[in-house]
Each structure stands twice: as C-alpha cells, then as structure tokens.
C-alpha cells in the first residue's frame, strides 16, 4: 500500500494522472483531508492536527498500518506530525515540497496570496479551478480558513525544532528546486535534524503540484518504497 496526501488548497483527484504510472507498482490510496475535495467543511477551523486525526482515522479504518505515504506539501507536514504523535502508524514517508519553517512573517507571505477577492478578479481560472476542486466546499470560505491556519502556524507550529530528532522512522525530504514557497535551507534543516532522513532535489522543479515532472519523481518513489 502506499497512501498519497495532498497539500493545502488541494484534494485527492489532483493525483489522478498519477494511477496509471503507478498502479502497477502500489496498492494505492488517497483521502481528502476535512473541507477539501469531497469532505464538508469542519465544525472549527482548518487545523494541523485535525487533518493529522483524518489520516489517522484513515490508516486505521483501511488496516493500512504501518503505511508508506507520500505527502506533498501540507500533506507532508500532516504525515510528519502524525509519526511524531503515532510513529507505529507509518512505515515510511516521502514528503515532497513541505513547508517547515512556519514563523509569522513566513505566514503573512502565504496569506497574501490567498485573497478570495483578488484571486477572483486577477486569476479567473484558478477561481474556477478552487471552486470545481472542492466541490460542495465555498471556495472562499476555503481559502478563508486555510489563511487562518497558516497564520496559526506562524504563531504556533506543530513541528518544532526539538520536534524532529524524535521522529524515527525512514524519511526521504524532496523538493523542487525552483520552488519559490519552500527553501532549500529549511528543507535541508530537517532534513539533518531527523533520526533517519534521506535529502533529493528536483532540477527544474516548482512548487505546484501540477508541474511535479512524475516522469522523474517516479524511479526515487520506486527506490525509496522498496520496488
């Protein structure tokens, strides 16, 4: 089985082109996290931990653990902290483009982007991409809450520095190296940081995962899962 988490903003059918490049490889799965994709909105607001009790709810649900999972973005930051509440839980993890180092002025950054408003006005399209992903979600609402958390992570990350050294299991720490949200030096901090991490860089790689080339990603997902 290997699991496959998407990031903020995002939802499970973002990884729709990649069944076919690796269904002959994996058992594979995919959830949304609560308010994305085809899951209604929470009760309280977007959280860290709450997306961390989804999957862990998921893993359990399904027999899964312990699982391999690749988490892209958000989705590696979810998988990260839940190894570091439930490290019996995941086997492996592969985290690609994970924003780690969340402070206040790293937050304002991100939530500038997120202007319901603005984005409507000046990108259309993506407007209508948010609003078709997130079915039965408001868009705007959705961007709403998920500029709440990261400014919740800014004031309060759920990983910290002393966090990591903890985390045990096998970690393999991707990233674009044209990634313009996550550096290089943050990831390459955790990366030292873990008991037991891996560190690949992707020439010519942004952040979004629309751009990720899975051409290349694939042979080190094959690599680092044991195929």
Known sequence: PLLLLHGALG???????????????????????????????????????????????????????????????????????????????????????????????????????LDPDTIEAKVPHFAKMLEARHHGNEWKGHLLRTAEMMIDLGNDPQLKGDDFPKIEIPVRMGLGDRDKMVSLDETYQVYRALANSELLVLPGTPHPIEKLPLNRLKPHLLDFFGE
């Open 11 to 113: 939802a499970s059918t973002q990884f729709d082109p990649w069944i076919s490049e690796l269904e002959d490889h994996f058992d594979l799965h995919r959830l949304d996290f609560e308010g994305h994709g085809s899951q209604g909105f929470p009760e309280g607001p977007f959280r860290i931990e709450s997306f961390a009790e989804n999957l862990k709810q998921y893993i359990e649900a399904h027999g899964l653990g312990p699982v391999d999972i690749f988490g892209y973005s958000m989705g590696g930051y979810v998988a990260l902290y839940l190894a570091k509440e439930h490290p019996g839980l995941i086997k492996r993890l592969f985290t690609f483009a994970t924003k780690l180092d969340w402070k206040p002025e790293a937050s304002a950054k991100e939530v500038k982007m």
